[in-house]
Nanobody, 122 residues
Framework: QVLLVESGGGLVQVGGSLRLSCAASGRDFSMYAMGWFRQAPGKERDFVAGISWSGGTYYADSVKDRFAISRDSTKNTVYLQMNSLKPEDTAVYYC????????????????WGQGTQVTVSS
């Protein structure tokens, strides 16, 4: 069992930055692939970024060069640094984990956090 708790969301102006954190509890965190997804009102939950157990990173085209995912296995925490935020980045952001390799598919993830709201005002 893995429990995930996100934090760091909030209200930010266009062009601003936020860093989301996802604290994980449970064994063998370092062996889990981690992902960030987001869901805007009335839309599906979409992949944002992922990081493998070995540190390989993957991004959605819409956030490439603006967002950065990282992990600190000593703290069982994964981060999402979000820069140059746009109004279309407004969504609830979810952290997710799965055993094994990274995936962009929502259905491949076994564990989910409760989400944290990010609102970008223009």
């Amino acid at each position: 069992q893995v429990l995930l708790v996100e934090s760091g969301g909030g209200l930010v102006q266009v062009g601003g930055s936020l860093r989301l954190s996802c604290a994980a509890s449970g064994r063998d965190f370092s062996m889990y692939a981690m992902g960030w997804f987001r869901q805007a009102p009335g839309k599906e939950r979409d992949f944002v970024a992922g990081i493998s157990w070995s540190g390989g990173t993957y991004y959605a085209d819409s956030v490439k060069d603006r967002f950065a995912i990282s992990r600190d296995s000593t703290k069982n925490t994964v981060y999402l640094q979000m820069n140059s935020l746009k109004p279309e980045d407004t969504a609830v952001y979810y952290c997710a984990s799965r055993w094994g390799s990274t995936s962009k598919r929502l259905s491949d993830y076994n564990y989910w956090g409760q989400g944290t709201q990010v609102t970008v005002s223009s």
